[in-house]
């Protein structure tokens, strides 16, 4: 049911996000990439999308066609489907897209410094010190070992797409297996990220910090850099925060994100929304009040393929910065009951009362 018409419209997208769906990331080479992920990420396959051949306007591609694994950690307790998910706030999915039409383009960022979507993290209940020693065991290689002063390591996959190890938080509660933790970009203007984040998309602003200049492991140029960092949730969703910071005393938090839909790399975040005209309707409204936001246009409709609802509804659009992000419609609630036909209700006189 769309309520886009009726009542005075919200300032944010908040009253119409559930959650964080998924994080679009674009490889060169499927099976690869899957073999990758879930030989050294805590990512294991639990669905496909194949989309038939049909327009993307909002990607700028007329005629094009995908094929893709959906990947989810085990911190839920076991694989279910997309459409038991649904309605699951600590389930966020990866989809790993290959473009088979038109083909895929470009090399992700290689430069933690790089505004746009650079890095995926994952929370390791095991030492990095340990994680680091197994994927070099295993051939991979990451940027430097961990150092005194940053416990993170980051490794390319085999498209270069950069991802990391993190330790447990000092006084969190252990769990039993490692889990995706946040998804990081540059910004230009971290004060201006978060208005966007909190008062635009309506997601939690949970803190901000700022640090000294500390050792770069998060690429394969070294030094060090300060940073200041700020970092948001969607309704309080521990499973996974945005970072979004900008680095001091380095290099210069600059360049131009993915401008086209088939560039290798992270390409969007995907959130979830249970009425996707009045969220685009508030969206496009709202969108004047924070240059550099770039909206794609109305709802389209795209094919994902059975295991991820079919048909369902997207909206594409940019943070200040130009960092790519999507508005997604809910699949279906499995269990939903359909609507009752109104019933022919007898005419109520009311004494005293005339029309």
């Not at 060169?28 to 194949?50: C, I, K, Q, Y």
């Not at 990451?142 to 950069?162: C, M, N, R, W, Y």
Request: hydrophobic share 35%; proline share 10%.
């Amino acid at each position: 049911m769309s309520s886009s018409g009726s009542g005075p419209r919200p300032a944010s997208l908040r009253p119409w996000i559930n959650r964080i769906s998924h994080i679009v990331v674009n490889v060169s080479d499927l099976e690869r990439a899957r073999e990758f992920w879930e030989r050294h990420t805590p990512m294991r396959v639990f669905g496909r999308t194949r989309s038939p051949v049909q327009s993307f306007p909002a990607l700028g591609i007329d005629r094009g066609q995908f094929t893709g694994y959906l990947l989810r950690d085990a911190s839920d307790g076991g694989v279910v489907t997309p459409t038991q998910n649904s309605h699951n706030p600590n389930y966020c999915a990866v989809h790993l897209v290959q473009w088979l039409t038109p083909e895929p383009v470009g090399r992700p960022y290689d430069r933690a410094s790089q505004i746009g979507w650079y890095r995926l993290a994952f929370r390791s209940e095991r030492p990095t010190r340990v994680v680091y020693d197994e994927l070099v065991a295993a051939g991979v290689q990451p940027f430097s070992p961990p150092a005194e002063d940053v416990t993170a390591i980051a490794f390319p996959d085999p498209d270069g797409i950069v991802l990391e190890f993190v330790d447990r938080r000092p006084g969190a509660a252990p769990a039993s297996v490692d889990r995706l933790a946040h998804l990081a970009s540059s910004s230009k203007d971290v004060n201006e990220t978060i208005r966007f984040y909190r008062d635009l998309v309506g997601v939690d602003h949970t803190a901000s910090v700022s640090g000294p200049p500390v050792t770069n492991t998060f690429d394969a140029y070294g030094g060090k850099a300060g940073y200041d960092a700020a970092f948001f949730a969607a309704r309080g969703d521990p499973r996974l925060f945005l970072d979004r910071l900008s680095w001091t005393g380095g290099p210069e938090n600059s360049g131009i994100p993915y401008e086209s839909g088939l560039h290798l790399g992270f390409q969007r975040l995907a959130l979830e929304v249970d009425d996707i005209d009045a969220a685009y309707a508030t969206l496009v409204e709202q969108a004047a009040q924070f240059p550099g936001v770039r909206v794609s246009g109305p709802p389209e409709e795209w094919d994902f393929g059975p295991d991820f609802g079919g048909t369902r509804r997207v909206v594409v659009f940019t943070d200040p910065d130009g960092v790519g992000h999507e508005l997604i419609s809910a699949i279906p609630y499995s269990l939903a009951l359909p609507l009752p036909r109104p019933l022919s209700m007898p005419e109520v006189v009311v004494p005293g009362v005339r029309e």
